[in-house]
């Protein structure tokens, strides 16, 4: 969900920093990672670029106003004085931009900056007032957790375990590398929502009942506990004096990078008037935070527009106190819920949509009107609130990016990426901008992984999202569109840099259909244009538009957009260069740049899009001719004379041409073409090409100071782009470092490459040659150049290569007899409640075991009395008999609030479930007399995560209910059954006596080292299948017990060395009918189940693991069981293949069908 201006965002997923890297992402794929540069991969924050201007407010560039503008709206009352903070020794800290601006210039309507944390935010939708309320109740009605722990006595607070070292200078290091500022988010007390079960909260805290989680006393209920806040400052405390070594407000910083910090996550200050949130918490962690010498602003994100925490001039005196206020407002935006994830879901569970692969390519279209409604009052909802969130940005902390899926769901990541569309993304950003937003992070921008057991039960190992990278890496056609339209607005800076909306009665165009229109805007910057958002949302999803010209009615200009496409059509704007005014253009421009031509002048290119999905005219003051034309473009100039016009249109879609005004001839009067005009190129590209267009920019700030930087420093001043290439899958030019990277498809050939007259200044070409092709449509353009592919750089065939196999297996079986079992108690009036959970004990990751000893005395089976075992468990449990039968098992989890198993929410309904213990395979009686046990493995899918309504972080796990009875006898009027009583005990592993609480299963024998034996029989076997090794691991039949197996991985050897640059992203594919646990080097990669209960067979290998693997072996263990039915031939099928992805810019996955993804990589020096 990654400052620099956002115009600036152009620097990654415009720019070449579209690296995909997820060796970079943090543990468990919680954080993205801004090393992935995408452009949505950091907050970012833009006031002006001020390269040498004067700023609003009357500050000059270089001048200290930032202490002014941290300070401005910190309202952190009497206690919390102190919020502005002068650096050290009296000095101004070195600030980006937009902390010079001052407050004045943040109130402008801004070009936004983007983002792409990989932090996580449940959608819980607005319940109203009396669905709030029955949910208070029914949190008031349900404390069994605190009584079952007081009966046994309650778990004593644990103090946290030592941090095994600090990764902040690490994580941020990477941010800045790149030349990234950051909006730090992870440090917030209550972090993500779907990637970190019980929101980033440790065990430990939780196991201390005594604490009021988030300050929760019930749903709804939330009075200050300073316990909490006690814990909160103990972390606050540890980590963000490292994020205050890297302010950009710390002239002492080496890397200065984070330019804001979230402080809490959605925490409403209400909800529709509804009084929710603890301005004393809000209070208490802003000052902490100040304490810990944060001088940066300090935000926090409302769920959606609810005007929480908002600062003011004058603000109200609330029970005796300022209403409290942060220095800026932000808001989380998702719109569009997938169709298994609606609001409805609450109440309706999603088992109800059919949402299988097959009905989900039959899903109704998500409307436009939900669309309108959601965004295009977002800027005057916003300003009313008043505040800092009339006079600041208007700041997205949370844009929609994708959706997530659920466990029991038949539909995948690949569905919901169909369901959003390709231009989704891009759409949503595009809206933003129609509302003046200054500042938006994308969630989310990366797709990634909920490794082991790290995730809550909203979401299962995969956290792809259908992001715009998706989770194996692939950058697909919605982070490729978003790209150019990041593209636009970083090359049109300054123009984008502050906007004001036009009035309707003011606009300067009439558009027909009405629906292709959303508004219009107009630079605040000595650099004045127009700038129209144009939206297809016609009801008739019609393709083409006209656009009028209000003071010139004559012009009329043809469009085409696609239904549901969108673009910023730019008008009014002046080209320096060659001294064109274009009044309105319908055609996308995606990038402006510069060349120098055979004069010596510098010349303005305009890179734009003209084909049947999306294309349109020029429309320029005064007379217009063609001096030059190359390829299909065809270009036609229609003179208007009533309207002092030409209007140029294209018949083609690939090539070039140049414009220009037959009165304004060269400046240069030395030149001896001076009578030459000066000229604007207009470069048109096809679809293909402009799926790889990626032009680099690079921000001046970060060359600031230095004077080893100050070529590039002049340099990045500009709002060109230091290159502009395309034509390969990815291509990353980094002029600091002096790279340039390819990563090349099979089908690719050639790149394409304008490096702008500053690249050239400062750094030579990476081995470009002109590009010299007389046939081709962009011959003769003006200082193109060209790197083909080398023959060294050829592409094995994917398809035929053996991505890995398996040998060296090794198994061993469960003992539950030596695990060390805990006494438990059975209370509660009806004496079926174990006496404490899971989340007393610790055991809160994955598995934990329960015995349930019957003894002889009690129970002697026989055929006139049946034992039944009825259990209510959360989330998914599989009986075992005397380590001999599968009695069987199931799942208790559902979408919805009133429902057992809520992934959300009290959970305060039971699902009992009844299995007959057979009499067959229980001991008898006789000489031995031997008890008979029943192992009860229940799976939790995590702690729910505590969002801003519920207080449902310490939902029961385990076992919740569980009654042992003969099978009722009697006759009418006289049936009953008889209780038998059982002994109860628990096994499991306390995750605060381990390292990393995330990265075990629970089974206590995890790690065992003895008792492995060589796998001789047919139980593993290696098959050739479509050119991949199969493993087959089937359960022995002998005894009914979880079985572990554990083997070698080996990696072909072209794959694992990256041969000849060669780079594929690998997965562990998984089949058959068991249940399966993975781990891979160590790592807690998967978590499988066959039946159905969820619908991931692809697991992603890390990138590190393939490329580090000692000779290209990688360790494997795997735990095998069953359970979901009769005793049978449990098994899965377990290969390492390529993502196979269909045609087109999806990445979704067609295994056996579709294109093996791979690339090679080149690096130019």
């Not at 906007?499 to 004045?528: G, L």
């Not at 039968?885 to 699902?911: C, E, N, R, W």
Request: with cysteine.
């Amino acid at each position: 969900m990654r400052g620099r201006h956002a115009a600036v965002v152009a620097q990654v997923f415009a720019s070449v920093h579209l690296k995909k890297d997820k060796n970079k992402k943090m543990a468990h794929g919680v954080g993205v990672g801004v090393s992935v540069g995408l452009a949505v991969a950091a907050a970012v924050l833009l006031a002006t670029t001020a390269q040498g201007r004067a700023l609003p407010g009357g500050a000059a560039e270089g001048e200290g106003r930032s202490a002014t503008w941290v300070g401005a709206h910190a309202r952190l009352d009497a206690p919390l004085a102190g919020g502005r903070r002068r650096a050290a020794g009296g000095q101004q800290p070195r600030v980006p931009p937009v902390a010079r601006a001052g407050p004045r210039a943040l109130g402008r309507r801004a070009a936004p900056l983007q983002g792409a944390g990989r932090r996580v935010r449940a959608r819980v939708p607005a319940l109203g007032l009396p669905l709030a309320l029955a949910l208070a109740l029914a949190g008031r009605r349900r404390r069994r957790g605190p009584r079952r722990a007081r009966r046994c006595g309650a778990a004593r607070p644990v103090p946290p375990p030592a941090p095994a070292g600090r990764r902040g200078p690490r994580s941020l290091r990477v941010r800045r590398d790149p030349g990234l500022s950051v909006s730090v988010s992870d440090p917030v007390p209550k972090q993500s929502q779907q990637t970190k079960q019980a929101g980033a909260v440790p065990p430990w805290l939780l196991a201390d009942r005594r604490v009021r989680i988030r300050h929760s006393r019930h749903t709804l209920d939330k009075p200050f506990d300073a316990r909490y806040a006690a814990a909160c400052r103990q972390w606050f405390r540890a980590v963000l004096p490292v994020v205050a070594e890297h302010q950009v407000t710390n002239p002492t910083a080496k890397l200065p990078c984070v330019i804001l910090l979230q402080i809490e996550n959605e925490n409403f200050e209400s909800i529709f008037s509804f009084p929710l949130g603890s301005a004393d918490d809000m209070r208490f962690l802003a000052r902490v935070a100040r304490d810990c010498n944060i001088t940066v602003p300090l935000f926090h994100n409302d769920g959606f527009e609810q005007a929480s925490w908002i600062s003011f001039d004058n603000p109200k005196i609330v029970a005796g106190r300022e209403k409290f206020g942060l220095d800026l407002y932000a808001f989380d935006k998702y719109v569009v819920f997938a169709p298994t994830s609606s609001p409805m879901a609450l109440i309706r569970n999603a088992d109800s949509v059919n949402s299988s692969a097959q009905a989900a390519a039959a899903w109704p279209e998500w409307s436009t009107d939900t669309v309108e409604a959601a965004m295009d009052s977002m800027e005057s909802t916003v300003r009313a609130f008043g505040g800092c969130a009339a006079s600041g940005p208007l700041f997205i902390a949370e844009l929609q990016g994708g959706w997530f899926n659920h466990y029991k769901l038949a539909c995948s990541y690949d569905s919901i990426y169909n369901y959003f569309g390709e231009d989704y993304t891009r759409l949503m950003y595009d809206s933003s901008l129609a509302q003046g937003v200054s500042i938006l992070n994308f969630y989310m921008g990366y797709g990634g992984t909920n490794w082991g057991t790290i995730g809550d039960p909203d979401v299962y190992t995969s956290y792809d999202y259908s992001a715009c990278i998706r989770e194996f890496g692939y950058v697909s056609g919605r982070a490729r569109k978003l790209r150019l339209a990041i593209g636009f607005t970083r090359s049109m800076d300054p123009i984008l840099t502050a906007t004001d909306r036009i009035p309707a009665k003011s606009q300067t165009i009439v558009v027909t259909p009405r629906k292709f229109f959303n508004c219009q805007r107009i630079s605040v910057s000595p650099k004045i244009a127009e700038l129209a958002f144009m939206r297809n949302f016609s009801h008739d999803r019609g393709s083409k538009y006209r656009v009028k010209l209000v003071k010139r009615p004559d012009v009329v200009l043809a469009g085409v957009l696609g239904y549901k496409q969108s673009f910023v059509a730019l008008g009014a704007y002046s080209s320096e260069t060659s001294g064109l005014h274009l009044l309105f253009s319908t055609a996308p421009i995606h990038v402006r740049t510069h060349v120098v031509v055979e004069n010596g002048q510098k010349t303005e290119v305009w890179i734009i899009q003209n084909d049947a999905k999306i294309g349109g005219e020029l429309a320029f003051q005064g007379d217009v001719r063609v001096t030059k034309s190359h390829g299909n473009l065809q270009p036609v100039v229609k003179s208007v004379k009533s309207a002092n016009c030409s209007v140029v249109s294209f018949a083609g879609s690939y090539g070039w041409c140049s414009l220009a005004n037959p009165d304004n001839s060269s400046s240069d009067k030395s030149n001896e073409k001076e009578n030459t005009p000066a000229e604007l190129l207009v470069l048109c590209l096809p679809e293909d090409d402009l799926y790889t267009l990626t032009p680099y920019f690079e921000e001046a700030f970060w060359f600031s100071g230095s004077t080893d930087d100050q070529a590039l420093y002049e340099a990045a001043k500009s709002s060109d782009p230091f290159s502009v290439a395309w034509g390969a899958y990815s291509i990353q030019h980094d002029i600091k470092a002096k790279t340039f990277d390819i990563e090349w498809q099979s089908v690719e050939e050639k790149v394409l490459c304008l490096f702008s007259p500053a690249a050239k200044e400062v750094g030579g070409v990476y081995g470009f040659e002109p590009f010299v092709d007389d046939n081709h449509p962009l011959s003769k353009f003006p200082g193109l150049v060209v790197r083909y592919r080398t023959r060294v750089h050829k592409m094995p065939t994917l398809a035929k290569i053996q991505m890995g196999r398996f040998h060296s297996w090794q198994t061993r079986t469960t003992n539950f007899s030596e695990y060390e079992w805990k006494p438990l108690e059975f209370i509660g009036s009806d004496k079926t409640v174990p006496s404490m959970d899971t989340i007393d004990l610790c055991y809160t990751s994955g598995h934990v075991i329960y015995r349930l000893t019957i003894p002889q005395s009690e129970y002697t089976p026989k055929e006139s009395a049946v034992l039944k075992i009825s259990l209510n468990i959360r989330h998914r449990v599989t009986i075992y008999l005397n380590d001999q039968h599968i009695v069987g098992g199931h799942m208790t989890y559902a979408l919805q609030i009133f429902k057992a198993g809520a992934k959300q929410g009290p959970d305060v309904f039971s699902d009992y479930k009844e299995y007959i213990l057979p009499t067959e395979k229980m001991h008898s009686g006789g000489k031995d007399g031997r008890d008979n046990f029943v192992y009860v493995v229940v799976e939790s899918f995590g702690l729910n995560r505590q969002p801003f309504v519920f207080d449902d972080v310490r939902n029961a796990r385990g076992i919740l209910n569980v009654k042992l009875q003969e099978e009722t006898v009697g006759i009418w009027g006289m049936k009953r059954r008889r209780r038998v009583v059982c002994g109860i005990d628990i096994a499991g592993v306390d995750v605060r006596t381990v390292a990393d609480a995330y990265n075990l299963c629970g089974f206590p024998d995890e790690d065992q080292a003895t008792g492995w034996s060589a796998l001789t029989s047919k139980t593993a076997v290696e098959k050739r299948d479509n050119n991949d090794a199969v493993a087959v691991l089937r359960l022995e039949k002998t005894r009914a017990a979880p079985q572990w197996f554990q083997g070698l991985l080996e990696i072909d050897a072209r794959v694992a060395q990256k041969a000849g640059g060669l780079k594929v992203p690998l997965r562990l594919h998984v089949t058959g009918s068991a249940t399966a646990h993975f781990w891979v080097s160590g790592l807690y990669l998967a978590r499988y189940y066959g039946n159905g209960d969820c619908v991931q067979h692809d697991f992603y290998i890390p990138d590190t693991f393939v490329t580090t693997a000692v000779e290209g072996k990688l360790p494997i263990k795997i735990l095998l069981y069953g359970g979901r039915g009769d005793e049978g031939d449990d098994w899965i099928g377990v290969e390492v293949k390529g993502w196979e992805i269909a045609d087109g810019w999806s990445g979704n996955l067609v295994d056996g069908n579709g294109a093996v993804f791979g690339v090679l990589e080149e690096s130019l020096l």
